[in-house]
Nanobody, 115 residues
Framework: QVQLVESGGGLVQAGGSLRLSCAASGSIFRPNTMGWYRQAPGNQRELVATITSGGTTNYADSVKGRFTISRDNAKNTVYLQMNSLKPEDTAVYYC?????????WGQGTQVTVSS
C-alpha cells in the first residue's frame, strides 16, 4: 500500500512563498512520475507540475516561472517551491504518484494567498 503525506501549506500574503513537501511510503517503484495538482472551490482539480524519476518536468502555464518542482528519489519525496504567489493560487494542493496503471493521491494541503 502506498501512502502520500503532504505538508507545508498555509496562509501567505500575495507575493510571498511557500514550499510544499510530499513524502511517499510503501511500495514505491521507479520509474514513476510524481506531481502536484490543485483544486479551488467550485473548480475541477488541475495539474500544477509533474516530474519524472529522471527529472523531466512539466508545468501548467499559470505557474511557469513562479513554481519549481523537484524530487529526492532516495527519500521518495517531491517538493513544490512556490514563489510570487497570487490570490488565484489559493486551493487545496494534492500530491500524486503515477506508476504504470496505478495512481496514488495524498490527502491535500490548503494554500491560501491573501491580497
Amino acid at each position: 500500500q502506498v501512502q502520500l503525506v503532504e505538508s507545508g501549506g498555509g496562509l501567505v500574503q500575495a507575493g510571498g512563498s511557500l514550499r510544499l513537501s510530499c513524502a511517499a511510503s510503501g511500495s514505491i517503484f521507479r520509474p514513476n512520475t510524481m506531481g502536484w495538482y490543485r483544486q479551488a472551490p467550485g473548480n475541477q482539480r488541475e495539474l500544477v507540475a509533474t516530474i519524472t524519476s529522471g527529472g523531466t518536468t512539466n508545468y501548467a502555464d499559470s505557474v511557469k516561472g513562479r513554481f519549481t518542482i523537484s524530487r529526492d528519489n532516495a527519500k521518495n519525496t517531491v517538493y513544490l517551491q512556490m514563489n510570487s504567489l497570487k490570490p488565484e493560487d489559493t486551493a487545496v494542493y494534492y500530491c500524486n504518484v503515477v506508476r504504470l496503471t496505478r495512481t496514488y493521491w495524498g490527502q491535500g494541503t490548503q494554500v491560501t494567498v491573501s491580497s
